[in-house]
């Protein structure tokens, strides 16, 4: 692999994702877009170019085995390899969405993406991380993910979905079994929570922005070889589990 840093970053195509891509993209890096929509993912691109980073669609619907499969495949024939992984893709299920309503149905379509795509992908690119001298594997979680946080007496975390809710505690945890399986080989993996993110993902209701909720994943993204690994963060530190 070159000495420029290669990374992918899943759902980069707007919101958050896109303000990731951006971010390491100033670093110098070389960025695969990841994408399902062809239009909204060359647009991306386009515009990160524009802005001068070195980026590159990435056809990948991180739900479907063949897709993930092909994602790889271009990574590796485009970019030689890879260095970071964000995964970044996720949905909500539509709301409402209470634990005595929910369609067992949404619980099974958000699980599918936002925990079984995460080990869908990670496990397809964990090849070429192994390549890396600094591999980085981020997941974006969220901070209403965390049992203590959900359980202390006078913390509002307002109406949360119970379908995306849960697959983000399931998210955490899988976090946690990836950096222990790992924790020998220099792949440092680790959660991160972008905060109360203004996205069409909560129909623009956050108070933070895009650029601000992608900090937490570029910082956890360029980690030295010391960092920590397993862990859940914010931009204050540590988060709860």
Known sequence: MSEQKIALVTGANKGIGYEIAAGLGCLGWRIGVGARDRQRRDTAVEKLRAAGTDAFGVPLDVADDASTAAAAELIADRA????????????????????TTVDPATVRTVVETNVIGVIRVTNAMLPMLRGSASPRIVNMSSS????????????????????????KTFLNAITVQYAKELRDTGILVNAGCPGFTATDLNGFQGVRTPHQGAAIAIHLATLPDEGPSGGFFDDAGPVPW
Do not use: C, E, F
Not at 85 to 97: E, F, K
Not at 146 to 167: C, D, E, N, W
């Open 80 to 99: 030689g390899g890879l260095d970071v992984l964000v995964n970044n893709a996720a949905i909500t299920g539509g709301m409402p969405q209470t634990p």
């Open 144 to 167: 209403v993910g965390s049992l203590t946080l959900q359980t202390t007496p006078g913390i509002g975390m307002g109406p949360v979905p119970a379908a995306y809710l849960a697959s």
